[in-house]
């Protein structure tokens, strides 16, 4: 049988990420000894260490979400963020009693907003366990402080947050547009060697948890901005790496990045993704020089005819 091989601090994001991708074979127990972990895999999984051993055949858990329909939730720290659709009001209590039985969860939380405003955040009601927003999310053996209510943190992304912190080249200085309460910058200044992270956020209260983080982490290359991308990019003069984590919006952030920055991470969620390459080149005739797609990267399914991107640019 196929196995993905990895060490136990990544555990967490492979595990989010192999179900998120159905690479994981359900049915098996994942394998442990003192360093690494062993997912049993149904598919293929690029990039990992895949290796052949056996595994044990698992009992099925007594109470499932699935039993309502229910396919996946979120954990962030010891919160539980489930989406409960209106036709299953009258079992939301049920659904987060077998939640609140997991294992580390404290607190579960119904979306009833969808992410909206400048400041990227959403509202919750609260279904059981402590009564609280704030939490402490570990990541990669990254802490990160999180106030789920009054900052934006996606903790599908921390694959990602990794795979950039891979790249990043020692003495880089790298630019952080939406930094939130720091997940890449931190990740970046933990795992790479850059020569400084401006981490750079319009909300307040993201900032504030973002000092907090740098100093949970102990790190000393990140920079906390409180301010407009837009504005304070072209106070920091040219960068080798700009992050633009911002799917929904980056686009209209776009030709200020490409301006200062040497290499561009664009994010974006589309149905059409020709569609994207095409407004990208648009942009041309208004910065003076060719724009060049370096490589193109699906990160995750965002709804059933959409998906999260991110394509990697340069300026020529």
């Given at each position: 049988?196929?196995?993905?091989?990895?060490?136990?601090?990544?555990?967490?994001?492979?595990?989010?990420?192999?179900?998120?991708?159905?690479?994981?074979?359900?049915?098996?127990?994942?394998?442990?000894?003192?360093?690494?972990?062993?997912?049993?895999?149904?598919?293929?999984?690029?990039?990992?260490?895949?290796?052949?051993?056996?595994?044990?055949?698992?009992?099925?858990?007594?109470?499932?979400?699935?039993?309502?329909?229910?396919?996946?939730?979120?954990?962030?720290?010891?919160?539980?963020?489930?989406?409960?659709?209106?036709?299953l009001e009258d079992k939301k209590e049920d659904i987060a009693h077998?939640?609140?039985?997991?294992?580390?969860?404290?607190?579960?939380?119904?979306?009833?907003?969808?992410?909206?405003?400048?400041?990227?955040?959403?509202?919750?009601?609260?279904?059981?366990?402590?009564?609280?927003?704030?939490?402490?999310?570990?990541?990669?053996?990254?802490?990160?402080?999180?106030?789920?209510?009054?900052?934006?943190?996606?903790?599908?992304?921390?694959?990602?947050?990794?795979?950039?912190?891979?790249?990043?080249?020692?003495?880089?200085?790298?630019?952080?547009?939406?930094?939130?309460?720091?997940?890449?910058?931190?990740?970046?200044?933990?795992?790479?060697?850059?020569?400084?992270?401006?981490?750079?956020?319009?909300?307040?209260?993201?900032?504030?948890?973002?000092?907090?983080?740098?100093?949970?982490?102990?790190?000393?290359?990140?920079?906390?901005?409180?301010?407009?991308?837009?504005?304070?990019?072209?106070?920091?003069?040219?960068?080798?790496?700009?992050?633009?984590?911002?799917?929904?919006?980056?686009?209209?952030?776009?030709?200020?990045?490409?301006?200062?920055?040497?290499?561009?991470?664009?994010?974006?969620?589309?149905?059409?993704?020709?569609?994207?390459?095409?407004?990208?080149?648009?942009?041309?005739?208004?910065?003076?020089?060719?724009?060049?797609?370096?490589?193109?990267?699906?990160?995750?399914?965002?709804?059933?005819?959409?998906?999260?991107?991110?394509?990697?640019?340069?300026?020529?």
């Amino acid at each position: 049988m196929r196995g993905l091989k990895v060490p136990k601090r990544q555990g967490e994001s492979v595990h989010k990420y192999l179900v998120e991708k159905n690479a994981l074979l359900k049915g098996y127990k994942i394998k442990r000894n003192d360093e690494f972990l062993y997912f049993p895999l149904n598919g293929e999984v690029p990039g990992y260490e895949i290796v052949d051993m056996d595994f044990e055949k698992s009992s099925s858990h007594p109470e499932s979400l699935c039993k309502f329909g229910l396919k996946s939730y979120d954990t962030i720290g010891d919160i539980a963020i489930v989406d409960i659709p209106e036709e299953l009001e009258d079992k939301k209590e049920d659904i987060a009693h077998i939640l609140l039985n997991r294992r580390s969860i404290q607190t579960v939380v119904r979306k009833t907003s969808r992410i909206s405003g400048t400041l990227r955040t959403r509202t919750y009601e609260h279904l059981s366990g402590e009564e609280k927003t704030v939490t402490i999310h570990k990541e990669y053996g990254l802490l990160f402080k999180v106030d789920i209510e009054k900052v934006y943190f996606n903790p599908r992304l921390s694959t990602e947050r990794w795979r950039i912190a891979q790249d990043v080249k020692p003495g880089e200085v790298v630019i952080d547009m939406f930094c939130g309460v720091g997940p890449f910058s931190i990740m970046i200044a933990k795992n790479a060697q850059p020569e400084v992270v401006y981490a750079i956020d319009i909300n307040p209260r993201a900032i504030e948890l973002l000092r907090e983080n740098i100093v949970l982490n102990k790190v000393n290359k990140v920079v906390p901005i409180l301010g407009d991308a837009r504005k304070k990019i072209a106070l920091l003069g040219y960068a080798d790496r700009i992050i633009m984590n911002l799917p929904q919006n980056a686009f209209e952030f776009l030709p200020e990045a490409l301006s200062h920055g040497k290499i561009v991470h664009y994010y974006c969620i589309t149905s059409d993704i020709e569609r994207e390459y095409e407004r990208i080149h648009a942009l041309r005739q208004n910065l003076g020089h060719t724009i060049h797609i370096m490589s193109q990267t699906t990160v995750k399914s965002y709804a059933p005819d959409m998906d999260m991107y991110r394509i990697d640019l340069t300026t020529m």
